[in-house]
């Protein structure tokens, strides 16, 4: 009898296409000390020199492993190459603005090296604080294709045992850090549980950074880090040579804020590059409630509303408002939320580290029909409104009101679905 066997077509998803193509090249976005790195791979068809496959991907090294993959295949002279293209290059390019890091081309070692140092994370086993059915099959279908890359490079002799895990890290990193930037990117990764990127910053053992407790709570998100330069009579170094720095620092875990104080040495003062971290000793851990945590992050709001007409909410698009071109989207209960970011990672070298420091501003395009912009800075809601009122949608919008408020209120309007801005505070006249 007969045996049969299932061939699956090239639009299958399980097709191996990469047999099909050589490898060309792969650009890095150099992010790893931020947890996140973007990877753009160049293919080049065997059959057809003209074509090229391109991937699209995104590693978390913190919770999710991959956060995003997609695969393009290029093809001149056919109908959708032109869309696929462009359709292509603005995910990269979306990437390469929203991420603020340098790109640098990598080689097919330190390219696999990165990506299955994030594959554990992609796997089913691993604890996640969101998680839903559609996430776990783009895991799965990420997980496939790129073990088939991995097949194709590796039968042809690539492996990533040319690449350790720390040239990985140096590789995507910035080649020259401050003592800031290496203050907040330790603790930064430390929190967020990516012991590899930290101890890349760091002489302190394996072990010794796993039993911080600084990790105690699991895996957090730096909010606010404070710095201040210490000495040695007043915080003695274990090595009698690393100099002191004292941290007040906010984090947000699965389930509360935590605000934390410690004294952080490094191997040298405040003036020294590419420093690392030889020890450091946490003094206080606090587990804030809902309104300590609002005390400590807490920054005034400066918004701008616009209503907006019909013609708009039926065909609005970002791209067409400059400093939003190239912004995140979220679908939030109360319409779709825009990010603005400033295209790089300045906010790091500081001695007042704040999360949302990357960021311009944002854009609430609401379910009741207003457009609502709202920046933590007086100079960047400015610029934030120039960009609306000068763009493509000035004959779309008319201004309601522009706000101070120093008790925030934009979060909220974004979960609240159908409120509008006057549902959550009395106007007051400009």
């Excluded at 603020?100 to 696999?112: F, R």
């Amino acid at each position: 009898m007969a045996e049969l066997k299932l061939i699956h077509g090239k639009q299958s998803v399980k097709y191996d296409h990469f047999k099909d193509f050589d490898f060309e090249s792969c650009r890095a976005v150099c992010t790893r000390l931020m947890g996140v790195v973007a990877l753009k791979v160049t293919w080049r068809s065997k059959a057809d020199r003209r074509e090229r496959m391109y991937q699209v991907i995104h590693l978390d090294y913190s919770e999710y492993g991959i956060d995003e993959y997609r695969e393009f295949i290029c093809t001149p002279g056919s109908d959708d190459y032109a869309e696929k293209k462009e359709e292509m290059t603005s995910l990269w390019n979306h990437f390469v603005y929203v991420m603020g890091g340098s790109l640098e081309s990598i080689d097919e070692a330190c390219m696999l090296r990165l990506i299955e140092d994030a594959l554990p994370l992609a796997s089913e086993s691993v604890s996640r604080e969101y998680d839903n059915d559609e996430n776990r099959e783009f895991r799965a279908y990420a997980r496939m294709r790129l073990g088939f890359m991995q097949d194709a490079l590796n039968c042809r002799g690539i492996t990533s045992a040319d690449c350790s895990t720390r040239d990985a890290i140096e590789t995507t990193s910035p080649l020259k850090l401050s003592t800031y930037e290496t203050i907040n990117y330790f603790i930064m990764r430390l929190v967020d549980s990516d012991f590899d990127a930290a101890s890349y910053l760091s002489t302190m053992s394996m072990e010794a950074l796993n039993d911080s407790e600084l990790t105690d709570p699991g895996i957090q998100t730096l909010i606010k880090c404070d710095i201040t330069k210490s000495d040695r009579k007043l915080d003695r170094p274990g090595d009698k040579f690393s100099f002191p720095f004292r941290c007040r620092l906010t984090t947000l875990a699965r389930d509360a804020y935590y605000h934390y104080t410690l004294v952080i040495w490094l191997n040298g003062n405040h003036r020294a590059k590419n420093p690392l971290v030889t020890d450091i000793k946490v003094g206080s851990v606090i587990k804030l409630s809902d309104y300590e945590a609002a005390l400590q992050i807490g920054r005034p709001e400066f918004l701008t509303v616009f209503d907006c007409k019909d013609e708009m909410l039926r065909g609005f698009d970002p791209k067409y408002i400059s400093l939003f071109a190239n912004s995140t989207q979220t679908a939030v209960p109360n319409g779709w939320l825009y990010t603005a970011y400033k295209g790089d990672n300045a906010h790091v070298d500081t001695p007042s580290y704040k999360l949302n420091d990357d960021v311009y501003g944002f854009a609430l395009l609401t379910i009741a029909g207003e457009l609502v912009l709202m920046s933590n800075e007086l100079r960047y809601i400015s610029m934030l409104d120039d960009a609306t009122i000068f763009s493509m949608y000035s004959p779309f919008i008319s201004t309601k009101g522009r706000y101070r408020l120093d008790t925030p209120v934009f979060q909220t309007l974004c979960g609240a679905a159908g409120v509008m801005f006057d549902d959550l505070v009395e106007p007051e006249d400009n």
